[in-house]
């Protein structure tokens, strides 16, 4: 059998199967199984076929899961789960919150900021955008915002999320193209910090064009000393477990493993600090008394709603090696790339081919079930291709693109997930039109950071490699 | 007759529920077994070389004792987008038809995994190559696969009898739905 039917038969089957709802994990060991059998199965007889065919992606299955680079995927999810269900992340969205005073839009502002934070650490844009549709969208709504105002920030944060550390999707798509995790979450400091400025740019602008896109409404004046206090109490100190995580990886001081875990042990410590220590200290024994049962119930939640984004990680890995051995095994891995590398296009269209097959996929399917799907292909594909940046740079540069596109594809309208998803929890009598409208300005700016990124490789690039 | 399966289905419920709750505890092992690999490794004392494989293994383990929970509660990624089109009656049956072929899928892998296990475990000479210097025998590595898959055939398998679907015709993906569900009932309960 060809290479190319081979591949069609493997990527058409299991496409098929994902669009009538077979679970995704199920829908790669359905397919890779049939074709370990007629792969791998040198025997007569259905029985020692299968045996074979099972027996190796077994094998396999096991030295791709059980390795210590897949650590920090559990870790970062336990650092933010622990970060919501201790009460950290509420007290830095309150303060951030009250720190926007009288802004114009400050409800906007405040949507991208815990937007990003909630995606980041929780690794679902699709969750963070049903939960901050159902929470924001109708405060947003009763102050007079504009759907472009109040629907569009939501939208756009997912973009954000990826990219800013500890994204749990980078960690993942690190995971499974065997990058170095540590250079890929970095990677994304200066394209995410980009990204937010744009976001704060395009919302500035708009009410400075139109006012009543996000009118001022009063709030309760908070003095500066006590938004200061605010500050060094409820913002300083998280923000700076996730800085001290990061510059551990960046410095070569541990590895991201290492510094996940001990974030998750920052996260605990400082919770220990607000919980206990300073209403011991400040005299609340009501307070005090009730750290303990509070404590325990955060602490089993964190663990618990890692375990259940970590599992369905795994499930995706253990999908994504079956697949990675029997497109081995087949030859049709190499065999594409031999293809693919020997037409005469540049590297550039090459790239923006995949791109498109991105924004395609993020139609139907969300960021894990792509990376499986993808990841085995493009990768081996774009190590074929010389864009004179070396090797481990042009990885970490694309990964960091290909995140961008699978959130893009998330939101373009009109048939991206988040588009549906949001009309799901939005105010009835939201239009569809106007979440394509809302999301439309968002995606553009994130179009324009793919093209910057584009041009002008370094801005993934340099800090990464700044250490070496 | 109808009293004894459903005590059956709760024993069951709650073993399923069991092997979630270690899974998940194990995510909080793991993290004390990083923190304490290396702090010994920085003052330069020696470590449990078992603790690496405790935590390398442990993946597997987690994967296998969490997912027929996950089955259970429709947590998996699965895409509604052709049943959330189709009218309920056909996505009855449609739903039906998905829950067998992964039912299928699973008990071939439970069956054929369980005779590797058996294979491993009766051969006393064969070990992990991979940890070789920790002789770890080889049916470790193994024994979590049967028993997962297993479990989650019987879960699919459910899906085909009883009268809840796996699919409800909600168009996404239906993992997300679930996560938010329980976000948003422990975000407006905690603050």
Sequence with gaps: MQWYWILTALLGSTLTLMFVGVPVGIAFILVNTVAAFILFGRFSGFDANMFAGISQLTDNAFANMAIFAIVPIPMFLLMGELFFHTGLAGRMFNAVENLMGRAPARLSYVTVAGGTAFATLSGSSMGSTALLGTLMVPEMTARGYKKSMSIGPILGTGGLAMLIPPSALAVLLGTLAELDIGKLLIAGIVPGLILALMYIVLIYVRTIIDPDAAPVYEVQWISWRRRGKMFFADVVPMVSVIIFVILLIMFGVATPSESAAYGSLGVILLSLIYLFLVPLLTGNMERVRAFWPEFRVALWKSMWGAGRVTIIALMILFGSSLFSNVLAASGASVKLIEWVTSFDVSGLVMLLIMFGILLLLGMFMDQLAMMLLTVPIFFPIMAGIDFGMGAERQVIWFAVIMLLAMEISFTTPPFGLLLFVMQGVAPPGTKFSEICLAAIPFMACAMLLVALILAFPPLVTWLPFLTG | ?191
């Design chain 2, 1 to 191: 007759m109808r009293q004894g399966l459903r005590k059956i289905d709760a024993a069951w419920a709650g073993l399923l529920w069991l092997g979630m709750a270690i899974a998940s505890v194990y995510i909080g092992l793991i993290m004390v077994a990083i923190i304490y690999i290396t702090t010994f490794r920085f003052f330069g004392a020696a470590y449990n070389i078992y603790t690496t494989s405790f935590i390398e293994y442990g993946f597997v383990y987690i994967m296998f004792l969490g997912s027929p929970w996950m089955v259970r509660n429709r947590a998996h990624v699965f895409i509604e987008m052709l049943t959330a089109a189709v009218s309920p009656r056909v996505r009855d049956y449609l739903s039906r038809i998905i829950a067998f072929a992964a039912a299928a899928v699973c008990l071939i892998w439970a069956w054929y995994t369980w005779t590797i296990f058996l294979e491993q475990f009766e051969d006393t000479m064969r070990f992990d190559e991979l940890r070789a210097q920790l002789d770890i025998r080889l049916w470790v590595t193994t024994i979590a696969f049967p028993i997962g898959f297993f479990a989650m055939g019987v879960e699919f398998a459910r899906f085909i009898f009883t009268a809840q679907t796996m699919h409800v015709g909600l168009a996404g993906v239906a993992n997300e739905r679930v996560e938010l569900e329980e976000t948003k009932r422990d975000l407006l309960g905690d603050f």
